[in-house]
C-alpha cells in the first residue's frame, strides 16, 4: 500500500482516544479484557497512555537507534478513576509531539519503515485496538472506520516479520513457499504473506489476485483486522476460510503481537 494513500494517523489518534475515553468512562475499570488475558479496564487504559507518551518521547529525542529504556514520566493518576482524562491528556501529549515532528524525518524503528511517521502509524493502531478491545470487554461491537481497518491490517502484516524481539512466537512462521491470502470483502484490501525457510513476508502488491494461496481468510476489514490482531480466531463466523486449515491455524497461534 502506497504512502500516500494513508489516511491521516495523526489526526486519528486524536479522534480515537476521544473515543477510548468515552467508552471507559465511567466503567467498571476492574471489567477483564477478553482481548488482553488478565488485563482490566484500568491495564489496558494505562497501556495506552503509557505506550502514546512514550512514543511522544521517542519523536522528541529523533530516536537514531533502539532505545536504551523505556522509562517515561507517566505522570499516572494516584486512583484509577483519573485514567480516562489522564488517557485523553496523552492524546495531547502526542498531538504536541507530533506538531514538533516532520513525519518524513529519518528516525530509528522496530518496523520496516524508518521515519518518524511509523510512530504515529503505530500509535493509531495501538490506541484503535485497545478501543475496540475495551468496547468488547464491555458488550459493546466496535465500530471500526473502513479505511482505517484497511490501513491497520497492512500496517501489521508490513511490519509483523520485524516484530520478533517481543512476539518470539513469528519465529515459527516458517514454511516452503506456502502463501496465505488475506482479503477484505467491504473494501480494497488484498495481500498475500509467503512463509519461507528463512522467515515470511508480503509479496508485492496485486500478487494476491494473480493466483491461488494455500489458505485464504477473508471478511470485512473491521473483522479482518480484528482477526490479524488475535481478535477472531479463524473459525469466527464473520470469516469465511478456504484451503489449508493448518496453514490459518498456525499462523493465529504463532502471530501474536
Known amino acids: 500500500m502506497d504512502t500516500a494513500q494513508h489516511p491521516d494517523h495523526r489526526a486519528a489518534v486524536a479522534a480515537e ?13 476492574a471489567t477483564p479484557v477478553p482481548g488482553c488475558p488478565g488485563w482490566t479496564l484500568a491495564d489496558l487504559v494505562k497501556h495506552a ?22 522509562e517515561v514520566d507517566l505522570r499516572l493518576p494516584a486512583e484509577e478513576d483519573g485514567y480516562p482524562d489522564w488517557l ?20 530509528w524503528a522496530w518496523g520496516a519503515d524508518q521515519h518518524a511517521r511509523f510512530w504515529a502509524r503505530r500509535m493509531l493502531f495501538e490506541t484503535l485496538l485497545h478501543r475496540a478491545d475495551a468496547e468488547r470487554a464491555l458488550g459493546l461491537r466496535p465500530e471500526i472506520d473502513r479505511a482505517l481497518a484497511v490501513d491497520g491490517i497492512d500496517e501489521f502484516l508490513v511490519n509483523l516479520p520485524f516484530a520478533g524481539l517481543f512476539a518470539p512466537k513469528v519465529a515459527n ?5 506456502e502463501t496465505i491470502r488475506f482479503r ?8 498475500l504473506v509467503r512463509l519461507r525457510p528463512d522467515g515470511f513476508g508480503l509479496e508485492p502488491a496485486g500478487a494476491a489476485a494473480e493466483g491461488g494461496a494455500d489458505a485464504t481468510v477473508q471478511g470485512t476489514a473491521a473483522d479482518l ?24 491455524a498456525n499462523w493465529s497461534a504463532n502471530s501474536a503481537f
Open 17 to 29: 482516544t476521544v473515543r477510548f475515553t468515552a467508552v471507559v468512562k465511567g466503567a467498571d475499570l
Open 49 to 70: 497512555g503509557s505506550v502514546q507518551r512514550w512514543f511522544s518521547v521517542l519523536l522528541h529525542s529523533r530516536l537514531q537507534e533502539p532505545p536504551r529504556s523505556r
Open 88 to 107: 485523553a491528556e496523552s492524546a495531547t501529549v502526542a498531538a504536541d509531539a507530533f506538531a514538533a515532528t516532520d513525519p518524513d524525518l529519518p528516525m
Open 173 to 177: 512462521l516458517r514454511g516452503t513457499g
Open 184 to 191: 477484505t470483502t467491504d473494501a480494497d484490501g488484498d495481500w
Open 225 to 248: 483486522l480484528l482477526f490479524v490482531y488475535g481478535r477472531l480466531a479463524p473459525g469466527a463466523e464473520s470469516l469465511t476460510r478456504q484451503g489449508n486449515p493448518e496453514l490459518l
